[in-house]
């Protein structure tokens, strides 16, 4: 019995303060022409709040609202190759939900990103 609980406190305390990928997706399609040599690489993140990994305060914002808030940010005319990461950071009690995008933005004319 103690054994058990030894190997759990173990399993616990590696997993209080680490993060966990879930996922990579490409959002992008073969139909689009090739960036100009001037585009840039630009991020975009969001994330929410989970307490002790089942109770969710708040959600990271989808994949649409980060690459609306790029295009504004960073003014792309167009943006190409773009990809939806997700992960978790824990923190014992607390986790942080992560959603970022990462993607190529040619900007509009006169305007650098």
């Known amino acids: 019995m103690s054994r058990a609980i030894l190997v759990s406190l173990v399993a616990l305390t590696a997993l209080a303060g680490c993060t966990l990928h879930h996922s990579k997706q490409a959002l992008w399609t073969q139909d689009q022409a090739p960036p100009r040599a001037s585009a840039t690489f630009v991020t975009e993140e969001d994330s929410g709040l989970q307490l002790l990994g089942l109770f969710v305060l708040s959600e990271p914002d989808h994949y649409a609202v980060l690459l609306e808030r790029a295009r504004r940010r960073h003014r792309c005319a167009?943006?190409?190759?773009?990809?939806?990461?997700?992960?978790?950071?824990?923190?014992?009690?607390?986790?942080?939900?992560?959603?970022?995008?990462t993607l190529i933005c040619e900007a509009e004319s006169g305007n650098k990103p």
């Open 78 to 101: 167009r943006m190409h190759h773009a990809q939806l990461d997700f992960f978790t950071d824990h923190w014992i009690i607390v986790a942080f939900p992560i959603s970022r995008i």
